[in-house]
C-alpha cells in the first residue's frame, strides 16, 4: 500500500504564488508518471500538469507558462509551482501516482488541497 499526502494549498491573491507539494510513502518499488489534477465546484475533475520518470512534462493549455510541475526521486515528491495566479485557478488539487510496488502496479491519489484566488 501507498498514501499519498499533498500540503500547500491556502488562500493567495490574484497574481499571487503558491507551491504545492505531494509525499509518497509506503513500500514503494518504482513510481512512474506523477500528475496533478484540479476539480472546481460543479466542475469536472482535470489534468493540470504530468512528469514522467524521464523528467519530462506536460501541461494543460490553461496553466502553461504559470506552473511548474517537478519530483524529487530521492524524496518520492512532486511538486507544482504555481506562479500568476487566477481566481479561476481555484480548485481543490490533488496529486496521482504511478506505483509500482515490485509484485503489482496501481495509481493511487492523494486527499487533496484547496487553493482559493480571490482578492
Known amino acids: 500500500q501507498a498514501q499519498l499526502v499533498e500540503s500547500g494549498g491556502g488562500l493567495v491573491q490574484p497574481g499571487g504564488s503558491l507551491r504545492l507539494s505531494c509525499a509518497a510513502s509506503?513500500?514503494?518499488?518504482?513510481?512512474?508518471?506523477i500528475d496533478w489534477y484540479r476539480q472546481a465546484p460543479g466542475k469536472q475533475r482535470e489534468l493540470v500538469a504530468t512528469?514522467?520518470?524521464?523528467?519530462?512534462?506536460n501541461y494543460a493549455d490553461s496553466v502553461k507558462g504559470r506552473f511548474t510541475i517537478s519530483r524529487d526521486n530521492a524524496k518520492n515528491t512532486v511538486y507544482l509551482q504555481m506562479n500568476s495566479l487566477k481566481p479561476e485557478d481555484t480548485a481543490v488539487y490533488y496529486c496521482?501516482?504511478?506505483?509500482?510496488?515490485?509484485?503489482?502496479?496501481?495509481?493511487?491519489w492523494g486527499q487533496g488541497t484547496q487553493v482559493t484566488v480571490s482578492s
Open positions: 496521482r501516482a504511478d506505483i509500482d510496488f515490485g509484485y503489482r502496479r496501481s495509481y493511487y
Open positions: 509506503g513500500s514503494i518499488f518504482r513510481i512512474y508518471a
Open positions: 512528469v514522467n520518470t524521464d523528467g519530462s512534462t
